[in-house]
């Protein structure tokens, strides 16, 4: 299958080239990108040296959707909205790594994002196959998921299902690794700033805590979340530390069965030990999502789950092929049998 990448350069776009040259289905036809136009790929990707033979190209949308069966989109949000819906039209599939389409209501969008959207006619299905395996397979847009939601849905869905805790009453604490924050220089990421520190930022305003809001409310209504993003001086990898506040006695052994059962032959959640906490550098490089503690407070009845991700794989392009896989028919882990590395 032929397969495009729109903005290719940039760190997910890096990750969408890293995955595919392991994917049997699949080639690169063509990567975008002005700022690299003619460059080869191994010269910006060097761990790519001698696996992609492939210059990035300055291409238009209608290029790229006649020489692909297949597009990934990996533009910056409000990019995406003007990139798509073209895509859409000339009936290649495609998958969307921006937040320009994962929302159901464009008002939210608007809200969090501060941007008008000017494509309100095309809808996705949100891409978070471990809720929406089904829709997924019918679908032709898939928004890929942000890398906090899908690290805190997954650590949620399972409590959120049952009538466990008090569903206006959870608080995601997150960590994330700089690259979250994208390829372009910030201050707020350059080294100096971002090394041996923790930052919060956007504490009660960040765009990921609709979106999560969003997914878990379809499993039961009434969800509020309050939601902390915070940058961490590492590479890659996302930690969310979850509080849950229970509404009947439950020991950790019992939420432990929840989320086994649950997550039953989920090809890329690993649900832990009972007291068991993941760990970041345990993911790194995998679409692997990393679920564990289920630990109990009794005092103050609260529990507490942990969920990690690398925020660049689960948290964005393993995710977006994993998405294509099931769009497309092909065997779900294809591409995205790697192991993570150990220390």
Do not use: W
Not at 57 to 79: Q, R, Y
Not at 108 to 127: L, P, R, S
Not at 217 to 227: A, C, D, I, R
């Amino acid at each position: 299958m032929k397969v495009g990448i729109i903005g290719a350069s940039g760190y997910t776009g890096s990750e969408l080239l890293r995955i595919l040259a392991g994917h049997r289905e699949c080639e690169v036809v063509c990567a975008t990108s002005r700022r690299y136009e003619g460059k080869d790929v191994s010269l910006v990707n060097q761990n790519l040296r001698g696996i992609i033979d492939l210059k990035f190209e300055n291409m238009t949308v209608s290029e790229v959707a006649k020489k692909s069966d297949f597009v990934f989109c990996a533009t910056p949000h409000g990019t995406s909205m003007d990139i798509v819906p073209e895509l859409v039209k000339s009936g290649v599939k495609v998958v969307d790594l921006s937040g320009d389409f994962r929302f159901n209501d464009i008002a939210t969008y608007e809200k969090y994002y501060d941007k008008k959207h000017t494509a309100h006619d095309i809808k996705a299905v949100y891409g978070l196959p471990e809720l929406h395996r089904t829709k997924i397979k019918e679908a032709e847009l898939v928004a890929n998921p942000g890398c906090y939601p899908t690290s805190a849905i997954l650590g949620l869905a399972p409590l959120v299902s049952e009538d466990l805790i008090d569903l206006e009453k959870i608080v995601v604490d997150s960590k994330s690794g700089i690259s979250g924050a994208g390829a372009t220089p910030k201050p707020a990421t350059h080294y100096t700033m971002a090394a041996d520190s923790v930052s919060a930022y956007k504490v009660t305003s960040h765009q990921h805590m609709p979106e999560i809001e969003q997914e878990l409310n379809l499993l039961k209504e009434g969800v509020k979340v309050s939601f902390v993003p915070h940058i961490v001086p590492v590479i890659r990898g996302l930690s969310s530390t979850i509080h849950v506040f229970l509404e009947r006695d439950v020991s950790t052994d019992d939420i432990h069965s929840i989320y086994e059962d649950f997550y039953t032959g989920e090809p890329f959640v690993r649900v832990l030990g009972a007291g068991v906490i993941p760990r970041m550098s345990a993911v790194r490089g995998t679409n692997y999502a990393d679920i564990g503690s289920f630990e109990v407070d009794y005092d103050r009845k609260r529990a507490v789950i942990v969920s990690v991700i690398d925020n660049l794989v689960k948290g964005a392009s393993g995710q977006a092929v994993q998405n294509m896989n099931i769009m497309m028919g092909f065997d779900e882990t294809e591409g995205l049998k790697s192991i993570g590395i150990h220390p």
